[in-house]
């Protein structure tokens, strides 16, 4: 079944407290995107990557850090958690190429005590 | 000015009635065009792409007006499973590197 998925789906931590949301996706997709949803601010990008090894910035990147060591993988790190950066974060795919529609993973909800 | 604007509702409305909803985009230069569907605590799921000669999906009809820069949604015949969070969600380009801008989403709450 083609999917997105995200580990951990649910996650308190502690301010100060290093902490990694992985995403995968099987599909072979180029493009991987991690995003934020806040009420009343709608899905807010964080950074992207086109490629392997080929990441950028989206409109928020403070406070975050990726990789992009394989295709099919694309870590969102939090180096050093703030309250500010609770939030519910999807990871999301899709080809390069085209019109098409992005693929959402089911999301991962944070909240940094 | 938001890049992309949709009013949050709540849109209530009973089972049956058609329902639209806008979404007003800042960038003339937009090219591509989505509707996504949000159900609560769920990941955005693509509802439809919205094409210049407006297209339609079953009871799900979409609409872009280039001149006034928005698009619009329009659900006929309402189902109670239609209630959801609506995205609208707009690119400046089509293809390649692909920078979206999602609105905030408009909800729609569909009453016995």
């Known amino acids: 079944e083609a999917q997105v998925t995200q580990n951990p789906r649910y996650l308190i931590t502690v301010t100060g407290k290093k902490l990694t949301v992985t995403c995968s996706q099987n599909?072979?997709?180029?493009?991987m995107s991690w995003y934020r949803q806040d009420p009343g601010l709608g899905l807010r990008q964080i950074y992207y990557s086109m490629n392997v090894e080929v990441t950028d910035k989206g409109d928020v990147p403070e406070g975050y850090k990726v990789s992009r060591k394989e295709k099919r993988n694309f870590p969102l790190i939090l180096e050093s958690p703030s309250p500010n950066q609770t939030s519910l974060y999807f990871c999301a795919s899709r080809p390069l190429a085209g019109q098409e529609t992005q693929y959402f993973g089911p999301g991962t909800r944070l909240l940094v005590l | 000015r938001k890049e992309v604007e949709q009013d949050p509702g709540p849109f209530n409305v009973p089972e049956g009635a058609t329902v639209a909803f806008n979404c007003t985009y800042s960038n003339s230069a937009s090219q591509s065009f989505f509707w996504y569907r949000q159900d609560c605590r769920k990941e955005p799921k693509l509802l439809m792409s919205?094409?210049?000669s407006g297209n339609e999906d079953g009871r799900f009809t979409a609409q872009l007006n280039r001149a006034s820069q928005y698009i619009s949604l329009l659900i006929r015949d309402s189902k109670l499973s239609d209630s959801a969070t609506y995205l609208c969600v707009v690119s400046p380009n089509s293809g390649g590197y692909q920078k979206v801008t999602f609105g905030t989403g408009t909800k729609l709450q569909v009453i016995p």
């Open positions: 919205v094409y210049s």
């Open positions: 599909m072979n997709h180029e493009y």
